[in-house]
């Protein structure tokens, strides 16, 4: 019986691929994002286990609600529990439902074999990538880690065919810079399968998060990006 560490479900989710989803968020990431208003999901933890059939289960009283649209798994980083992943996605695939992971795609390995995420995209429709920042030495600075397995997976997806939609997230000062969105785009442009382009404006609704875990929350003074520095990167991006 394979397990899951779960923080959160949502139950009429709107914004994390097409339709109305069922979005199931995973405990834990490698990531650490300046920006993230999760940081309650990083680490791994045992308040919630549940088995796929147990997610199957849940899945199934909400079936008249995400016919049109489907499952979507987010973290966190999802594909930390890939073997999870594959279960779930291949018994949702059995039954018509539309599959969709919501990753930064961190755990890619561009030099080594990657066997598990060739069996999870098998039985994946839709990828929500989340491209942080198109320089590597300015993705260590906001992320801590590099973007090069990150890049890497997006062609791996564009290799096979795997339909992408793109996520940048919008911060002053960090990924504001429109020459970087600028190389962004033409990064994007060489991939054949992104469907579509989300620039995502930075917010600061979990700044109490990082309070209750108490976590110096390190962009202290930073606003969403205004109107205008939202209205160039789509412009540059979509």
């Not at 109305?20 to 995973?26: K, N, S, T």
């Not at 995502?200 to 990006?225: N, R």
């Amino acid at each position: 019986m394979t397990i899951a560490n779960v923080h959160s479900i949502e139950t009429f989710g709107t914004v994390d691929g097409p339709g109305v989803r069922y979005i199931l968020f995973l405990r834990g990431c490698p990531l650490r994002c300046k920006y993230c208003h999760n940081p309650d999901t990083w680490k791994m933890s045992n308040d919630r286990l549940m088995s796929v059939d147990e997610v199957i289960n849940d899945i199934k009283k909400y079936l008249v609600f995400i016919k049109s649209g489907g499952v979507t798994v987010s973290g966190g980083e999802p594909l930390l529990q890939i073997d999870f992943l594959i279960e779930l996605f291949k018994k949702l695939k059995n039954m018509h439902i539309h599959t969709c992971v919501d990753t930064s795609g961190i755990t890619y390995n561009k030099n080594g074999k990657n066997n598990k995420i060739e069996a999870l995209i098998k039985y994946t429709d839709l990828v929500l990538l989340d491209l942080k920042h198109i320089d590597n030495k300015k993705h260590i600075e906001i992320t801590k880690k590099s973007n090069e397995n990150i890049l890497a997976f997006a062609q791996f997806l564009d290799q096979h065919h795997i339909p992408m939609w793109i996520r940048h997230v919008l911060v002053p000062g960090l990924t504001t810079d429109e020459k970087d969105l600028k190389r962004l785009k033409d990064f994007i442009n060489t991939l054949s399968n992104v469907k579509k382009v989300e620039v995502i404006p930075y917010h600061t609704l979990g700044v109490y998060k990082y309070e209750g875990l108490g976590i110096e929350y390190p962009l202290k003074g930073v606003k969403p990006p205004s109107k205008k520095q939202i209205e160039i990167a789509k412009n540059i991006l979509t």
